[in-house]
């Protein structure tokens, strides 16, 4: 069976809830996160989602200091994320999956998705 759970960290509450809806349409279990910092919280009570979907530029905890704690944790660092920023041409890490611009293009998220999480 196919994992469902996503994490969706992202501090615009509009875009965090389109991506929500859209993915929750799939069938998808969607957790949200407004910063880094609620992110890594929030990972700490679910059981393996199959993909992070991060932001870069958030207050509190910004995407990368995000990716620099989950990278320090065994049990977080093999979750596979997908990079959905207008500043996603500033993502060089060897920790990410892809980098998706805003304004996203649903049809490319799912797609993307849906590898990861079958």
């Known amino acids: 069976m196919a ?3 996503i994490l969706v960290v ?5 875009i965090r809830s389109m991506i929500s809806l859209a993915l929750e349409i799939e069938g998808y279990d969607v957790v949200g996160a407004a910063n880094g910092k609620e992110g890594l919280e929030r990972l700490s ?3 393996g989602p199959c993909l992070i979907l991060l932001d870069l530029m958030m207050p ?9 704690a989950k990278r320090e944790s065994d049990a977080l660092a093999v979750i596979p994320v997908l990079v959905v920023s207008a500043f996603g041409d500033r993502a060089q890490s060897t920790d990410i999956q892809g980098v998706m611009k ?3 293009d649903l049809e490319s998220l ?6 990861y999480c079958g």
Do not use: Q
């Open 110 to 115: 799912l797609g993307f998705v849906k590898r």
């Open 10 to 14: 992202e501090d615009d509450p509009d």
């Open 3 to 5: 994992c469902k759970k």
């Open 45 to 47: 009570g679910l059981s």
């Open 60 to 68: 509190v905890m910004n995407g990368w200091e995000f990716l620099k």
């Open 102 to 104: 805003k304004p996203i």
